[in-house]
C-alpha cells in the first residue's frame, strides 16, 4: 500500500488596528493573504509566523483558526511537470506586532489593503473563497472541499 501524500499550508489573515489586511503579490498567483507550507518537523503557529515574515516582514500572533480547507485535485506545478497533492489548509486570523513591508523571493509587492477593498485585488478563486470566509466569520470553523483544476469548483462546504 502507497503512504498518502499531502501537502499541509496555512495562511494568514493578518488585520491591523485600523482594519487593514495585509497582502502579498505573488510571482505567481497574483495577490494572496501571506502562508504557506509547513516544513517537516514544525508545528502550524511557529510556520505561519515565519510565512508571514518571510512573505510581508510583518511579525504576527496567531489568534485563533478560521476555516479548514482541502484541495482534492491533482494538477501540474507551474514547471508543468510536477504533480502537486491534496493539499490541507487552514487558514487563521492574525494581529501584527512589528517589523515592516517588505518582499521576498517569492512576493513582488507587500501593502495594507482596507478590509473592504481585498477582493478587488485577489483574483484567484479559492484566495477569494477563503476571504470571504474570513469576513463572514461568525466564530464557527468551516471546512471546504475545492478543486482548482480545470476549473475553481466548491465540492463540499460546511460548519466543523
Given at each position: 500500500?502507497?503512504?498518502?501524500?499531502?501537502?499541509?499550508?496555512?495562511?494568514?489573515?493578518?488585520?491591523?488596528?485600523q482594519g487593514n489586511i495585509l497582502l502579498v503579490k505573488t510571482k505567481h498567483g497574483g495577490?494572496?493573504f501571506p502562508g504557506g507550507q509547513v516544513e517537516v518537523g514544525e508545528n502550524l503557529m511557529?510556520?505561519?509566523?515565519?510565512?508571514?515574515?518571510?512573505?510581508?516582514?510583518?511579525?504576527?500572533?496567531?489568534?485563533?483558526?478560521?476555516?479548514?480547507?482541502?484541495?482534492?485535485?491533482?494538477?501540474?506545478?507551474?514547471?508543468?511537470?510536477?504533480?502537486?497533492?491534496?493539499?490541507?489548509?487552514?487558514?487563521?486570523?492574525?494581529?501584527?506586532?512589528?517589523?515592516?513591508?517588505?518582499?521576498?523571493?517569492?512576493?513582488?509587492?507587500?501593502?495594507?489593503?482596507?478590509?473592504?477593498?481585498?477582493?478587488?485585488?485577489?483574483?484567484?478563486?479559492?484566495?477569494?473563497?477563503?476571504?470571504?470566509?474570513?469576513?463572514?466569520?461568525?466564530?464557527?470553523?468551516?471546512?471546504?472541499?475545492?478543486?482548482?483544476?480545470?476549473?475553481?469548483?466548491?465540492?463540499?462546504?460546511?460548519?466543523?
Amino acid at each position: 500500500m502507497e503512504m498518502p501524500k499531502h501537502i499541509v499550508a496555512v495562511g494568514g489573515i493578518v488585520e491591523d488596528e485600523q482594519g487593514n489586511i495585509l497582502l502579498v503579490k505573488t510571482k505567481h498567483g497574483g495577490w494572496v493573504f501571506p502562508g504557506g507550507q509547513v516544513e517537516v518537523g514544525e508545528n502550524l503557529m511557529d510556520a505561519l509566523i515565519r510565512e508571514v515574515k518571510e512573505e510581508s516582514g510583518i511579525d504576527v500572533i496567531v489568534s485563533h483558526l478560521i476555516g479548514v480547507y482541502s484541495n482534492t485535485g491533482i494538477y501540474k506545478w507551474y514547471d508543468g511537470v510536477t504533480e502537486i497533492p491534496t493539499k490541507i489548509m487552514l487558514d487563521f486570523v492574525c494581529t501584527p506586532v512589528g517589523g515592516a513591508l517588505c518582499t521576498s523571493e517569492e512576493t513582488l509587492e507587500s501593502r495594507w489593503v482596507a478590509k473592504d477593498k481585498v477582493l478587488d485585488k485577489i483574483t484567484a478563486p479559492a484566495i477569494r473563497t477563503r476571504y470571504q470566509a474570513y469576513m463572514d466569520f461568525d466564530r464557527n470553523i468551516r471546512y471546504m472541499e475545492y478543486i482548482t483544476k480545470p476549473e475553481f469548483e466548491i465540492k463540499l462546504h460546511r460548519g466543523i
